[in-house]
């Protein structure tokens, strides 16, 4: 199926993202004096706002796209999990995979804003591996989802906070594997290592360069290329996927015959990069399981990510914008295929 295609099939698929998830808190404000007490701004708070953050930002994509959704993940027993759990319930996303532990909290990101500027940011969290129990829950829970047969592809979605362990990556990768569900990840520096044998491994430069201690220069494609195929062999991965910000895309997929193929970004003006990689993750994951070929998936997850980046703030991919523009941009190509 060709990403044109793809594109209009979204709704068939459901999606099961693991990793991560947080609350991202927002407190806006005028400032207006300096603290007397210690030499700081004092905000004035007008507004205050909680979102779904991390992992559930890929699921905010993949909802955007069209596609069901569930998400798995381990928050805290406490005020902000139950939070959390609403905001997933007002947008339909399944909670059947999410398990509250008690002796952590829900990990809270609160920014603190003033006149578009951000003040500063508080967080509360706790970074340490999951324990065995709420492990073999979460597993187990997740194991049960794909074994339904509802489930068209697994995304990993990790933020070293602690609920991607490395036992935990092997049995779901595995359980993936046994239900013949495609898998996908999104590493962080933790775990880089952990996931063996996936289908689509999507780092940034920033986390190749770290998940590979190796000197990488931006426009070094000498050195991208050899550090692709050295994480080829160590993670026995069928696609690699590496964004490179303004340069776009470098895909790696031998066994399609797409070998060191960089997909330039398409010309945009950016206002900002946040949330970009969970949108590429999400149209990449969504095109790998239906099947489309390689070059093909990078090039419209490049799309994807380049549109979002024009908005401000974390936003969800626009379904309708991205079908047009990915429509437009091959009928800009197809005259040349001619000649």
């Known amino acids: 199926m060709d990403a044109s295609q793809a594109l209009l099939k979204c709704s068939d698929l459901t ?15 005028d ?3 300096i603290s007397p007490e210690a030499p700081v701004p004092v905000v004035d708070v007008k507004s205050r706002d909680r979102r779904l953050g991390g992992a559930a930002n890929v699921a905010k994509n993949l909802l955007a796209m069209g596609a069901q959704v569930h998400l798995a993940s381990v928050i805290g027993a406490d005020e ?41 940011r508080v967080d509360e969290e706790t970074v ?13 829970r997740c194991t049960h989802l794909m074994e339904s047969g509802t489930i068209d592809v697994v995304i990993f979605e990790d933020y070293d906070k602690g609920v991607l362990t490395p036992q935990g990556i092997e049995s779901l990768i ?64 069928d696609k690699i996927l590496v964004t490179l910000s303004e ?19 398409f010309e945009r003006e950016i206002n900002d990069v946040s949330g970009a990689g969970d949108t590429v993750i999400a149209v990449a994951s969504l095109m790998l399981a239906l099947g489309v070929p390689a070059a093909q998936l990078a090039a419209v997850s490049n799309l994807a990510g380049g549109l979002v980046c024009e908005k401000v703030g974390v936003v969800p991919i626009d379904h309708a914008q991205l079908i047009a523009e990915w429509e437009s941009s091959q009928n800009q190509i197809a005259p040349s295929s001619h000649a």
């Open 15 to 29: 999606a099961l993202v693991i990793g991560d998830v947080m609350i991202d808190a927002y407190l806006v404000g």
């Open 31 to 33: 400032v207006n004096r």
């Open 80 to 120: 902000a999990g139950e939070h959390l759990r609403s905001l997933l319930d007002a947008l339909n996303i399944g909670d059947s995979c999410m398990v509250a532990d008690a002796s952590r909290p829900t990990t809270i990101k609160t920014r603190v804003i003033s006149n578009g500027q951000q003040l500063l």
């Open 128 to 140: 340490t591996p999951i324990g065995i129990e709420i492990n073999k829950t979460l597993i187990d």
């Open 174 to 237: 595995a359980a993936a594997k046994k239900c013949d569900i495609p898998v996908t990840v999104d590493p962080k520096f933790n775990q880089f290592h952990a996931y063996r044998g996936v289908d689509l491994f999507k780092p940034n430069l920033k986390e190749l360069r770290e998940g590979l201690n190796a000197v990488i220069g931006k426009e070094d494609d000498k050195a991208i290329e050899a550090a692709i195929d050295t994480l080829t062999l160590q993670l026995d991965a």
């Open 247 to 265: 340069r776009g895309v470098w895909m790696h997929a031998p066994s399609e015959g797409t070998r060191h193929k960089r997909i330039p970004a």
